[in-house]
Every structure is written in structure tokens, then in C-alpha cells.
């Protein structure tokens, strides 16, 4: 990654805003008309002299993990 680049992820959307999670936790607002088309909540993206692109490898790690931790707590429950 690039040092000029900015790693966040899609908390939600907002009417024509999106929630965006910087990786220090902080949330900011960006136009959801600057986001690359489709994308949705909990999708990963590099930002770069403002513009957005999409991480796909790192939001299918992310959902991976998401899907494991869920298991995990469900076969807890059993």
C-alpha cells in the first residue's frame, strides 16, 4: 500500500452520505456519489488524493473472518 493511501471501510449509509471507519476509529462523511459504483456496507477501500477504489482482497478477508467469528459464537450457543 501506498503511504499516500488510506485504508477505510463502509460502516453505513446516511441518505446520500456514507459512514466511512478510518483504521484509528475515527468515522468520517464522504458523498456516496464518490464511492465506486456498487459499492455497500463493510466493503474495504483505499482513498488516494480523494478518490476511492475498492479493496476487494481485503474486504473478502474481512467477511471471511466475520463468517468464522459468527460460527464460532453460534457453536457456543449449542
Known amino acids: 500500500m501506498d503511504k499516500s493511501q488510506e485504508r477505510l471501510i463502509i460502516d453505513r449509509f446516511e441518505g446520500d452520505d456514507a459512514l466511512l471507519e478510518e483504521e484509528s476509529g475515527a468515522m468520517r462523511r464522504a458523498p456516496r456519489t464518490c464511492l465506486p459504483p456498487g459499492a455497500r456496507e463493510g466493503d474495504c477501500l483505499l482513498e488516494q488524493d480523494g478518490?476511492?477504489?475498492q479493496d476487494p482482497k481485503r474486504t473478502l478477508?474481512?467477511?471471511e473472518q466475520?463468517?468464522?467469528r459468527l460460527e464460532?459464537?453460534?457453536?457456543k450457543r449449542k
Not at 464460532?72 to 457453536?75: R, T, Y
Open 51 to 53: 478518490h476511492f477504489s
Open 61 to 63: 478477508q474481512r467477511r
Open 66 to 68: 466475520a463468517a468464522k
Open 72 to 75: 464460532k459464537l453460534l457453536k
